[in-house]
């Protein structure tokens, strides 16, 4: 069954990508090539130019934002209010982070980052895990640029979307000693390019950005899609849950530059900004707005067909 009723929150944003809402209820997307974070709240577009090239966003418990940079190979913090940024992992194993795309925390506090790799085509892109404090270490490698990352069944286990393998895989995950056991296939996505960001519903359904497809997949927790919701453009990139059930589930659409909202999906499951589950708090002082460097390139994300390998874990 598919659905085509989407309303649109914003438009003419430079590839958003990220949607995320923050501790307070307001909703954020980075522009990966506006080079920038976006807060849109009350009918507003606020802006903190960031550099490089945003391509995810989270936020933790204490309302910072985490982002991925493909440009700069790195993982930074920033906070909304003091618009102040640091670097929190930029290399693993005495190597540079190749083409970080996506990350999400863990019950412990566990930062789980999706590295898509360099080189398209090959086989090298990772999982990596940054501690609380600060060590980052590899956990599986082998993936076809590995992107969207959700933690499932209370953070027992792991789905990270294999976007150029068209596939989802589905381990347990052990956060005290952060391993992905027993990762398998779990959902057959289909092209052209893939499976990006996801969300996950406290149904149990899966929301699962089609990246070229211009469809938002619902995976059921057998693996069966179930469900089609049409984005009208061909690249939503991620999709996230209002906390507070107004927006339903929310979606970054890059090929159009727009947000969009389906109204009554949701609500969300659960999810882990270090070390507790994120619920809507006070509001904090606004965000200031600033101007916005030029584009960059596009992002990794030709359509390939690759071997069918597992991705193999890391001994630490």
């Excluded at 930074?76 to 795309?101: I, K, N, T």
């Excluded at 993936?143 to 027992?156: H, N, W």
Aim: aromatic share 6%; net charge negative.
């Amino acid at each position: 069954m598919a659905s085509d009723s989407f309303e649109i929150l914003a438009a003419d944003l430079s590839h958003p990508a990220g949607c995320a809402f923050d501790t307070t209820g307001k909703l954020w997307c980075v522009e990966t090539r506006g080079a920038a974070v976006v807060c849109l709240h009350g009918g507003q577009q606020r802006r903190l130019n960031c550099g490089g090239s945003p391509a995810s966003l989270i936020f933790d418990w204490m309302g910072r934002g985490w982002v991925c940079d493909t440009a700069q190979n790195s993982v930074r913090c920033f906070s909304p209010v003091a618009g102040e940024w640091a670097v929190m992992a930029d290399a693993v194993d005495r190597e540079p982070l190749e083409h970080p795309s996506d990350l999400a925390f863990d019950p412990a506090g566990n930062l789980l980052i999706t590295c898509a790799g360099a080189a398209r085509g090959l086989p090298n892109g990772a999982l990596i895990c940054r501690q609380p404090s600060g060590v980052v270490s590899r956990i599986a490698s082998g993936m076809f640029s590995p992107s969207g990352i959700v933690l499932a069944d209370g953070g027992d286990s792991l789905i990270i979307a294999e976007t150029h393998r068209h596939r989802l895989w589905k381990g347990e995950w052990d956060c005290d000693h952060r391993e992905w056991l027993g990762a398998r296939p779990f959902a057959e996505l289909g092209g052209p390019t893939g499976p990006m960001g996801m969300a996950l519903a406290a149904d149990g359904n899966l929301y699962v950005a089609m990246y070229g497809a211009g469809l938002i997949k619902v995976v059921a927790p057998n693996g069966n899609v179930v469900q089609t919701l049409n984005t009208g453009g061909a690249n939503p990139t991620h999709c996230a849950f209002d906390p507070a059930g107004e927006l339903g589930l929310v979606v970054t659409e890059s090929q159009a530059g727009r947000m969009l909202s389906f109204p009554g999906l949701g609500p969300r499951a659960p999810i882990f900004g270090g070390r507790v589950p994120l619920r809507p708090t006070p509001p904090v002082q606004p965000i200031s707005e600033t101007s916005t460097d030029a584009p960059v390139g596009p992002p990794n994300d030709l359509p390939i067909n690759p071997p069918n390998d597992p991705p193999s874990a890391t001994r630490r």
